[in-house]
Every structure is written in C-alpha cells, then in structure tokens.
C-alpha cells in the first residue's frame, strides 16, 4: 500500500509540474506574439523636450487640452469653423478621403488656411490592423498626396481608424512619416444626436493634457461645440491642436501618442 501511494503522488507530481510547464510555455508564447508598439503621453514627450515653444500657448504652464475631430470635411464643417474662428480657438482635423477629402477639397483648403491642424484618417476608414503592410500603406499614402495637393501641406499626424494599430501599422506609420494620435475623451457621437448628451460626456471626461474626440461629420456634434468650449474655459482649460499640446515636442513618426 506504501508503494502504491508513493507512485500515485509521484504521478500527480509529474502531472502537476507538466501542467505547470504548458502554462509557462503558452504564457512566453502569448507574451512573444502580443503586438506592441512604442509609446508615449503627450505630457512625457514634453517633459523630455528642450527648447522654447513657437506661439503664444505652453502647456507645460497652463492647463491644455487637445480637440480633435474625425471623418470629414463634411456639409457640418463649415459651421464648426466659424465656432473656432469666433472663439479665436484651433483644432486638428484628422480627415478622410473617400466621400470627404474627394468631395469637399475647398472645405479642406479652408481648414488649412485658417491655420487649423489637418491629420490623416485614412482613404475609405479601414482597421488599418486587418490590413497587410501594402495596404495599410496604399489607404495612407494616397490620404496624404490628396491632402498635399490641396493644401500644399503634408500631414505629419495621423488617427487609426477605431484607434487600432500594431507594430506593422507603426512601422508603416515611420516610414511615412507620420505620427498615431489617440484620445482620452470620447463623446460616442457617432451613436447620437442628443447635443447635451455629448457635452455632459466630454466635461466629465476632460482632464489636463487629454485629448478630445469629436466627429464634425454627425447630426449632434457641431451644435455641442459651443457649450464644451464655454464649459472648458470655465474650468480654466486652454484648447489647443495636438501639435501644440506635445510642444516643444515634435511629433515623432510611427510614435503612438496617447494621453
């Protein structure tokens, strides 16, 4: 009986330390195959920064927040433009190029001429993750040579759609020359056309060196404008295009920027 209880527990040893080493072998597996990608917060990349800020915002002293909008130039961005320019107030418009930049060029060319900042959001809005390197490269590239025919400007930012991207997208993104932009606000705007709503979500998200994510392009959101900015000034923010909030930082490319 001694015998046979040594063997059963030598068993259940042995059954035990195999399991163990499956666990470890799939955990260095997983840990071997996660995409990462380099990345930084906005507020980190300034801190490493030396030198003086170009204009008359530093947000390494006042209270910044970045506001950003997706998808357009649309019918809607017109009204949003005169807000900012009433406000005396800049942001970056990450733009489209299907259905947008192809059908609204003299609504981007304004954009750019009033000094706000222009990113790139892709050709037709794909999870740029799904795509191999040639394509994930086509839909930017041919974003970017549309952008620069229109406005004289290459772009050096750009938003993945959905926010996705991996070490592929990055590198793709460096080689390009432009730099991934996410966001720490997020109104969902795309799910409804309650102004209020969309105010009350970007005030409670909002905090100092965020980044905002609006769409210019839906029912709801230009209307909100207004109040979010009035509401921001109330609680002393400074809003800023995210080139201005990562100064004297450069935008680096292929670097993911997320607050």
């Not at 915002?57 to 357009?72: E, Q, W």
């Not at 740029?128 to 406005?151: C, F, Y």
């Not at 609680?235 to 930082?249: E, F, K, N």
Request: glycine residues 6%; hydrophobic residues 40%.
């Amino acid at each position: 009986m001694l015998f046979k209880a040594r063997t059963r527990r030598s068993r259940i040893l042995v059954a035990v330390a195999t399991a163990a080493v499956v666990v470890v072998a799939v955990a260095v597996t997983l840990a071997l195959t996660v995409t990462t990608y380099e990345h930084t917060s906005p507020r980190a990349a300034r801190d490493k920064a030396s030198g003086s800020v170009t204009g008359d915002v530093d947000c390494r002293r006042a209270k910044c927040v970045a506001l950003s909008f997706d998808g357009g130039p649309s019918p809607t961005t017109p009204k949003l433009l005169d807000i900012l320019k009433q406000q005396h107030l800049h942001a970056t418009f990450f733009v489209q190029g299907r259905g947008h930049i192809s059908k609204y060029p003299g609504i981007l060319r304004r954009i750019a001429q009033e000094g706000d900042e222009i990113g790139n959001h892709t050709w037709t809005h794909p999870r740029l993750t799904d795509l191999d390197e040639a394509g994930a490269r086509a839909e930017l590239t041919r974003t970017q040579n549309a952008i620069e025919r229109i406005t004289g400007t290459r772009p050096v930012l750009m938003r993945p759609p959905e926010g996705r991207t991996d070490r592929k997208v990055a590198k793709v993104c460096r080689e390009l020359g432009l730099a991934q932009v996410l966001w720490s606000v997020t109104a969902k705007d795309y799910e409804t056309t309650d102004s209020a709503l969309i105010t009350k979500r970007v005030l409670e998200q909002t905090h100092r060196d965020g980044i905002i994510l609006l769409h210019d392009l839906h029912k709801g959101t230009v209307p909100a404008v207004p109040g979010i900015l009035k509401a921001l000034k109330e609680r002393g923010y400074t809003v800023v295009t995210v080139s201005q909030l990562l100064a004297p930082a450069k935008p680096q490319p292929g670097m993911v920027y997320r607050p």
